[in-house]
């Protein structure tokens, strides 16, 4: 099921919300916690009730585990469920999501013939892996203590974080789920959830899904782009993919809020980053501390020496690229943000300053931009084909062609009109009109956060009346929107 839809609106989301707040307030606790944890199934088997399985599978395997753990504790159990637990989470995220990469690169490298596998990959497979290998790596580690079957279901299978994150942690969860203040309706929370909640839709089916319409374009016609076509195409998709996630994680805080269930940012400012190093303390926040914290650490981190931590960076990000999808764009992408990483230079983020700062900034997303080519194109060639025809130069009209491919659905009857009594000024106005989204949405990146909208201790009458004029524009233009990117991961 799908944020940004008629049914989770008007159907789900108020079913969810009157049994979980009805069942507390009749003191029954346990039979709440078992009525979203229901909901929350019903939320993902939409989608496919085969994947509800598999993600059932994954909770009974780390869960069991973690109950022979806490029968027997000791160091050589310990070590064991770690390394049975790490291969099995491992193992089935690599069947179900690499099977087939590994078969292709396998016939291209020697020649043979083994044939591709039907494999469906379960949605969020790749979310609630790590979310559970966290949990079961901070059991050994003696960290966390067992939980019930009930809170630990609550805490994977929670839906607003279920299929595209943000990744949320067993220690940060759980106890709210087990807070009885927690329990109760509270309107400051609520109202705080919903304004949330319209920001990350706008963010999502208003901008991201207007600006994928000349990315899609753009990448299935790269031989006939011009430079400033290119570079338009380059920089949309750029966009796109930060107001398609960072509007799909409000919309999951926003619900988390409506429940008084607190889920952590996931985004902060990015493209305000002074350095590649300093984008990886924005971006996707909940992946980066996954990965510090369970891969870059225990490879040595920083401890070793400066060659060791430039291997252990690489290493880090080339596993963040893997992960992200099976395909040597996704490679190449965690390659060079990890060279931009260890590229990064020695003097500290805080201590850029006025035009310096600027000039870092711009530098730094001109990058993030380059790399990102890859990870939206189909093959490494491509991506290299679109950076190259931004240098080609020269003018082939195709700019004309992607503001055409982008033409939002509200001025339709404009260029319609136009066509007929003006035809020569369709094509302008279509640019302009895409000039004047890009503009918006470098606005948008430079002004407030979301999350210092909503936070803010006055809320006016004029920011509520935009609140709810970006909702109905919203939920009007829901029909022709796509999924979110991040589901593919």
Request: aromatic share 16%; net charge positive; with cysteine.
């Amino acid at each position: 099921m799908l944020f940004h839809s008629y049914l989770f609106l008007f159907l789900f989301l108020p079913l969810a919300l009157a049994g979980w707040y009805l069942l507390n307030q009749l003191k029954l606790r346990k039979a709440a916690q078992g009525y979203l944890i229901g909901m929350s199934l019903w939320f993902y088997a939409y989608f496919n009730v085969d994947f509800l399985w598999v993600m059932l599978g994954s909770c009974l395997f780390n869960y069991g585990l973690s109950f022979h753990l806490a029968r027997k504790d000791v160091p050589g159990r310990r070590k064991f469920l770690l390394i049975a637990g790490c291969l099995g989470n491992v193992g089935a995220l690599a069947v179900f999501k690499y099977t087939n990469f590994v078969l292709e690169n396998i016939n291209a490298a020697f020649s043979t013939d083994f044939q591709m596998k039907k494999i469906l990959l379960p949605l969020g497979i790749s979310f609630f892996t790590f979310q559970q290998l966290s949990f079961l790596i901070d059991r050994c580690r003696g960290e966390l203590e067992h939980t019930g079957i009930l809170d630990y279901l609550s805490f994977v299978t929670f839906f607003p974080s279920l299929v595209s994150g943000p990744i949320v942690l067993h220690a940060s969860t759980v106890p709210q789920f087990q807070d009885a203040s927690r329990r109760h309706f509270d309107v400051e929370s609520f109202a705080k959830g919903v304004m949330r909640f319209s920001l990350g839709l706008g963010k999502k089916v208003l901008l991201a899904d207007t600006l994928a319409l000349a990315v899609n374009y753009g990448y299935s016609n790269i031989p006939s782009l011009d430079s400033i076509s290119a570079l338009t195409v380059a920089v949309f998709y750029t966009l796109e993919l930060y107001f398609d996630f960072s509007g799909y994680s409000d919309m999951a805080v926003g619900v988390g809020k409506m429940f008084r269930i607190e889920i952590p940012e996931n985004f902060c400012s990015p493209y305000r980053a002074v350095s590649v190093k300093d984008f990886w303390k924005r971006w996707h926040m909940t992946l980066s501390g996954f990965l510090q914290k369970y891969v870059y650490f225990p490879l040595g981190g920083s401890r070793k020496g400066r060659g060791r931590t430039y291997v252990n960076t690489m290493a880090t990000f080339l596993v963040s690229g893997l992960w992200h999808g099976a395909n040597w764009t996704f490679v190449f992408w965690g390659f060079l943000h990890g060279l931009g990483v260890i590229f990064s230079g020695r003097k500290k983020d805080g201590e850029k300053k006025g035009v310096y700062r600027r000039l870092c900034q711009i530098g730094t997303f001109a990058y993030v931009c380059m790399a990102f080519v890859f990870f939206r194109a189909d093959s490494i060639g491509d991506g290299f084909e679109l950076l190259s025809r931004i240098f080609i130069g020269g003018r082939s009209g195709s700019l004309a062609a992607v503001a055409a491919a982008m033409e939002p659905s509200e001025i339709y009857i404009i260029t319609k009109a136009l066509s007929l009594a003006a035809p020569g000024l369709v094509g302008t106005v279509q640019i302009s009109v895409m000039a004047l989204l890009a503009v918006f949405c470098f606005a948008a990146i430079a002004g407030k956060r979301t999350d210092e909208l909503v936070e803010r201790n006055q809320i006016g009458p004029g920011f509520t009346f935009l609140l709810a004029l970006v909702f109905a524009w919203s939920v009007i233009s829901l029909s022709g929107v796509s999924t979110f990117v991040y589901f593919s991961f």
